[in-house]
């Protein structure tokens, strides 16, 4: 008959190294604990097959049993797998006979200091392992949130930062702002860029310069964007210097420009301060490619656009006074303009309007502003450019009626003769 199993070794100096991390629940640090038991124990008896391993972390038991077959005195051939009748009834169980299984208690702790040091090491290498996969797989899930840390540590090439449940990320210098500047102590905002995971050792890169960054700082500024009531349809950034953002409202009351600079730039003036004084430039989103060229393009005034949606090229024609305001400083107004558009830019003197010319928004007092803002998008701006195209390609570009089409003709025919 096999003896009663009863609580034998403690063993909690062994498991507090262990519990100390919030990271893994409770069932999988049995499990992990178990599995370390046993590869000690197939160590020291060959396999633990008939091993029997319950252990309580919160307790710090660990109870062990060696499951042994009886056999009669004197043939005991395997004694990690069997146990002589004299021995097994000496050992507190007197009614046991040949043939019946007799369980015997195993004090771990009497097999030296060696055991515990295997048991230790075996134990610290599948927590750490249990740590790398349980940051990896969080941080994984996180990529593109925004994240808060502290400067740990500052080296040449990146920046060693740590968030409140001392997790490391680092901070490349290609992921910085050019002009920020960091001490030990200060405290970072970035987004998480990527989570690599090279030889099971996990890496958590964050970035300042991603056009993430800029979504998730208005996300976090512009209310109405969290919400889902406006949109970040497009994003263009040169960290640090300017920006341009393409945003669009799916609710008619809401300006979509309005809402993200807010209330005497209150909004936004956030946003350009975490970004050490980025110039950001937020325009309304159209699908029409010509109205969002124009738009991202401004302050420069479009006179004519050619569209290439296959190869998405763009030739932009501009007044001569008007290439330096359409290219910019350095060229980073087309740059950014192209980079929102998605469309590689050239910008071309408009040698074919003269200095007679006139813009369609004079016609205003004429002609519906819905009209207007229609032809424009068709891609006409100026008046003589109009005149040169035939009526029946504004009706199908602009989608607008026959007679609304000539009467636009007749008031600007009207306008050149009277000159």
């Known amino acids: 008959m096999a003896k009663k199993k009863e609580e034998t070794v403690n063993m909690q100096d062994q498991f507090d190294l262990f519990n100390e991390t919030k990271k893994i629940d409770k069932t999988t640090l049995i499990s992990v604990m178990e599995e370390s038991f046993r590869s000690v ?25 060696q499951n042994l077959e009886v056999v009669p005195d004197g043939q005991v051939e395997n004694p990690n797998k069997e146990i002589s009748l004299s021995e097994a009834q000496a050992d507190d169980d007197p009614d046991c006979e040949v043939g019946e299984e007799h369980t015997r208690k195993i004090d771990f702790a009497k097999f030296g200091r060696r055991a515990i040091l295997n048991l ?12 790398k996969d349980a940051i990896y797989n969080k941080f994984k899930n996180l990529e593109g ?34 002009s920020d500047m960091y001490r030990k102590g200060d405290t970072v905002l970035a987004v998480i860029h990527r ?33 889902g009531l406006i949109v970040i349809r497009s994003v263009a950034r040169i960290p640090g210097v300017r920006a341009k953002i393409a945003v669009e409202s799916y ?14 730039g209150g909004r936004i003036h956030g946003i ?29 005034k479009i006179t004519s656009i050619r569209l290439d949606p296959e190869t998405k090229h763009a030739e932009v024609f501009v007044r001569p006074e008007e290439i330096s305001l359409a290219i910019g400083s350095k060229g980073l107004n087309i740059k950014l303009a192209s980079q929102l558009t998605g469309y590689e830019i050239d910008v071309y003197r408009d040698t074919d309007n003269d200095v007679d010319d006139i813009y369609l928004d004079e016609f205003k007092d004429e002609i519906d502003a819905w009209v207007i803002d229609a032809i ?10 109009l005149l040169k195209a035939e009526p029946a390609e504004i009706v199908e570009k602009a989608d607008l009626e026959e007679d609304t089409v000539d009467e636009v003709f007749q008031v600007i025919r009207a306008e050149f003769d009277e000159e």
């Open 41 to 65: 124990l197939a160590k020291m008896f060959g396999n633990d097959d008939n091993f029997d391993v319950i252990v309580n972390p919160d307790k710090g038991d660990c109870e062990i049993y």
């Open 120 to 131: 230790r090491q075996t134990l610290a290498s599948k927590i750490l392992d249990l740590q």
């Open 145 to 178: 949130e925004l994240v808060s840390a502290e400067v740990y540590q500052l080296w040449k090439r990146e920046v060693l930062l740590m968030d409140d449940e001392k997790n490391e990320m680092l901070l490349p210098k290609d992921q910085q702002i050019p």
């Open 195 to 227: 989570v690599d995971n090279t030889n099971n050792n996990p890496k958590v890169i964050v970035s300042r310069t991603s056009e993430e960054f800029l979504r998730r700082l208005f996300e976090r500024e512009v209310p109405e964007i969290h919400d």
């Open 251 to 264: 609710d008619d009351r809401i300006d979509p420009v309005g809402a993200c600079v807010g209330v005497k």
């Open 272 to 300: 350009v301060r975490e970004l050490r004084n980025e110039n950001i430039d937020v325009i309304p989103y159209t699908s029409n490619d010509s109205l969002l060229m124009q738009r991202a393009l401004s302050p420069a």
């Open 376 to 385: 424009k998008n068709a891609g006409y701006s100026t008046a003589k450019q």
